[in-house]
């Protein structure tokens, strides 16, 4: 199976890229095979499938499921290249710049994140995800001002988004502002009852608040959700960083 943001990246992709241009039937053939493939949680035969088709016939649709393949596989230096590539071809698709920035904050280039999730809002404003990732390169860069700003804005162009109130509670928890953390998480667990972490964050923050009662019962239900344990499941954020 994939993982979720490789999974958003490939189903916004069957939308925005059918296949391999001017290409034959048994390119297009084998480029529905390497989808397949993908999606399919087995990223070393499609990352094969598509350098089959990239030796052939370099495009860029070719080279943005490759870098998929990798990303999935965790090689995220190999899907930063390959989706750079696919960008330098068709620098116009917004989908293409989403890879490379989420390749660029997984190889800590948080910066050049920011440069491409700031292209993709360009290319196409309506993508709410997309303020959720930038916010994270921001964070990590130290701007949490900005991070905020973003996360608010995603917010009010997509009010029913757990996620997003989830992140923004985080970023509040680790500047130490507890009671606006947890009234994030509420709307959080209100919209998605049933996210471990939500409830495990809101644990902390309402322990830094003194509210050791209503905390216990948080962590228990994160446990309860995970089957796992606080340390487990606690989101790394708290402490400083909320991603």
Known sequence: MLNRLVAVLFFSALMLIPG???STEDSQSLFESGKAALESGRTDDAAAIF????????QAAAFYYRGLAYSAAGRDTLALQDFDRAVSMEPDQAIY???KGISQIRTANYQDAIKSFSRVLELDPENVQV???RAKALFHQGQSVHAMEDLTQGIR???NNAALYKLRGDILSSAGEYDSAVQDYDVAIRLKPNDPAAHNNRGIALANLGKVKEAVEDLNRA???ASSTPAQVRVPGISGNPW
């Open 157 to 159: 162009r997509n009010p």
């Open 97 to 99: 710049h989403m890879g």
């Open 223 to 225: 446990m309860d959700i």
């Open 51 to 58: 350098s089959r088709l990239i030796e052939a016939n370099p």
């Open 131 to 133: 303020f959720s990732l």
């Open 20 to 22: 391999v241009a001017q």
